[in-house]
T-cell receptor, first 111, second 113 residues
Framework: KQEVTQIPAALSVPEGENLVLNCSFTDSAIYNLQWFRQDPGKGLTSLLL?????REQTSGRLNASLDKSSGRSTLYIAASQPGDSATYLCAVNQAGTALIFGKGTTLSVSS | DGGITQSPKYLFRKEGQNVTLSCEQNLNHDAMYWYRQDPGQGLRLIYY???????QKGDIAEGYSVSREKKESFPLTVTSAQKNPTAFYLCASTPVSRNTEAFFGQGTRLTVV
């Protein structure tokens, strides 16, 4: 059974710092991997989608990488800002089921 | 604008009562999903549907029921059999091809009073 793990569970950084969030999964037979952002009490907003054949995707200050063979993905946030404070979730998409989520990393960026 | 609408935003349920959470999408997506989110637990799958009039149980389906009579709608009923229903409920949708991103509603917070 697929398991998705996110490390660390929480992270606090000063404004301007570059940071990396980690996501690992146990079964490499995935269609794609998606990173989401969730603000407190809100739904999920999609940040980046990486297909299984891709190595990375970029959107503004965000860069996500995927190493399917090792079961790992990272989300790189450049020049962090207080507005980046939120919970970040990764999810894998595979045959026979719905998206499977990690428990998330809660990020706090202080000014 | 296309998107997913969940209602109500807040819902209160008395002990022994059934309640229904609404989820409507106008994205023309084939697949729809219901997740439950508890603090520290991440998102757990309750039910999903890939086509009208068909749905599958997820990891925590006990005490819940769904229907999929229309492509746009996937309501979730929390029955009295669900012993601990207080949680944040999220609805999502994707095209059946799964090659594009999933979209989520803004959630319904259910509280037992």
């Amino acid at each position: 059974k697929q398991e998705v793990t996110q490390i660390p569970a929480a992270l606090s950084v000063p404004e301007g710092e570059n940071l990396v969030l980690n996501c690992s999964f146990t079964d490499s037979a995935i269609y794609n991997l998606q990173w989401f952002r969730q603000d407190p009490g809100k739904g999920l907003t999609s940040l980046l989608l990486i297909q299984s054949s891709q190595r990375e995707q970029t959107s503004g200050r965000l860069n996500a990488s995927l190493d399917k063979s090792s079961g790992r993905s990272t989300l790189y946030i450049a020049a962090s800002q207080p507005g980046d404070s939120a919970t970040y979730l990764c999810a894998v998409n595979q045959a026979g089921t719905a998206l499977i989520f990690g428990k998330g990393t809660t990020l706090s960026v202080s000014s | 604008d296309g998107g997913i609408t969940q209602s109500p935003k807040y819902l209160f349920r008395k002990e022994g009562q059934n309640v229904t959470l609404s989820c409507e999408q106008n994205l023309n997506h084939d697949a729809m999903y219901w997740y439950r989110q508890d603090p520290g637990q991440g998102l757990r799958l309750i039910y999903y549907s890939q086509i009208v009039n068909d749905f599958q149980k997820g990891d925590i389906a006990e005490g819940y029921s769904v229907s999929r009579e229309k492509k746009e709608s996937f309501p979730l009923t929390v029955t009295s059999a669900q012993k601990n229903p207080t949680a944040f409920y999220l609805c999502a949708s994707t095209p059946v091809s799964r090659n594009t991103e999933a979209f989520f509603g803004q959630g319904t917070r259910l509280t037992v009073v």
